[in-house]
Nanobody, 120 residues
Framework: QVQLVESGGGLVQAGGSLRLACAAS????????MGWFRQAPGKEREFVAA????????VYADSVKGRSTISKDNAKNTGYLQMNSLKPEDTAIYYC?????????????WGQGTQVTVSS
């Protein structure tokens, strides 16, 4: 398995932007698809975005489509989620995950999460 550590979360005003990072260690990150998920208080964890192991294919949840970009730098063993035009409903703990071979999973390595809070 690969070990994952998220960073980049924080408090931002509505309309602002954040770039989340997911640093990987352990087994070769380039062999894995990567996904971002989030969990808001009192809600179940939900899918946000995913990218294939090559980086050639991406998929987004409708709730973030057009506002977010997922990317993967295999040379740096790091994945990213750029989020723009943030809304209060984007407030959640964001988790990155590694898995595959499909960008739809299964995801079996998870980070500890990073908090994103969007104020209105």
């Amino acid at each position: 398995q690969v070990q994952l550590v998220e960073s980049g979360g924080g408090l931002v005003q509505a309309g602002g932007s954040l770039r989340l990072a997911c640093a990987a260690s352990g087994r070769t990150f380039r062999s894995y698809a990567m996904g971002w998920f989030r969990q808001a208080p009192g809600k179940e964890r939900e899918f946000v975005a995913a990218i294939s192991w090559t980086g050639g294919s991406t998929v987004y949840a409708d709730s973030v489509k057009g506002r977010s970009t997922i990317s993967k730098d295999n040379a740096k063993n790091t994945g990213y989620l750029q989020m723009n035009s943030l809304k209060p409903e984007d407030t959640a703990i964001y988790y990155c995950a590694a898995g595959g071979p499909s960008l739809f999973g299964p995801y079996n390595s998870w980070g500890q999460g990073t908090q994103v809070t969007v104020s209105s």
